[in-house]
């Protein structure tokens, strides 16, 4: 139980494209998903939590702007990297967790590679 | 902001040994301490966590002793095998206990 899926697994893009991720949780509903991003051999930076049917909450530091939050449903997040450049290239990660309470674990996909050239 | 220390960094542990990873975090209300194992190119998986009111949980090899005082706890993994070669990150509870702030990583080898 609690998987969750996230498509695509690795994008190779151009400079300029904007990137859509989706973060599905398969056989549970997520009343919270979170995303995150990873440099090689770091740890995992949270970026942004958002919760069905309101707007995400972004972590200090991060564009809004740049990366768009949609949490449209209880088991879709998505994730859109707007106008992405080289220096967006990361792992972005997504969990999602079954309720609101602090002791709920969170399950997460296997990440997306982006890569902008 | 939590912060969550990690250590050591890396490991090497013969098969059948223990592996002992360390994390010490500032503060928090919420006496909840996951820890996750990621392979190469995967998401992070829950491993075993820690929850209120006991100082030591086990499941099978894996073993989290945690110390309330010191603000620390710690992951045990008995007769390790080479199958566990993995990071590691242990995580802490932050923003009113409804994030997590992750530690630096653990990058254990287990050879043969």
């Known amino acids: 139980g609690a998987v969750v899926s996230q498509h695509p697994s690795r994008v190779i893009c151009k400079s300029g494209t904007s990137v859509k991720i989706e973060c599905r949780s398969l056989d549970f509903q997520a009343t919270t998903m979170f995303w995150y991003r990873q440099f090689p051999k770091q740890s995992l930076m949270l970026m942004a939590t958002?919760?069905?049917?309101?707007?995400?909450?972004?972590e200090q530091g991060v564009e809004k702007d740049k990366f768009l939050i949609n949490h449209a449903s209880l088991t879709l997040s998505t994730l859109t990297v707007t106008s992405a450049h080289p220096e967006d290239s990361s792992f972005y990660i997504c969990?999602?967790?079954?309720?609101?309470?602090?002791?709920?674990?969170?399950?997460f996909g296997d990440g997306t590679r982006l890569s902008i050239l | 902001q939590q912060q969550v220390k990690q250590s050591p960094q890396s490991l090497i542990v013969q098969k059948g040994g223990i592996s002992i990873i360390n994390c010490a975090y500032e503060n928090t209300a919420f006496d909840y301490f996951p820890w996750y194992q990621q392979f190469p190119g995967k998401g992070p998986a829950l491993l075993i966590a820690?929850?209120?009111?006991?100082s030591e949980k086990k499941e099978g090899r894996f073993t989290i002793s945690f110390n309330k005082s010191a603000k620390q706890f710690s992951l045990h993994i008995m007769d390790s095998q080479p199958g566990d070669s993995a990071t590691y990150f242990c995580a802490a509870p932050t923003g009113g206990g409804n994030k997590l702030t992750f530690g630096t990583g653990t990058q254990l080898k287990v050879e043969l």
């Open positions: 820690i929850r209120p009111d006991v």
């Open positions: 958002s919760n069905e049917g309101s707007k995400a909450t972004y």
């Open positions: 969990s999602a967790r079954l309720g609101g309470g602090w002791m709920e674990p969170q399950h």
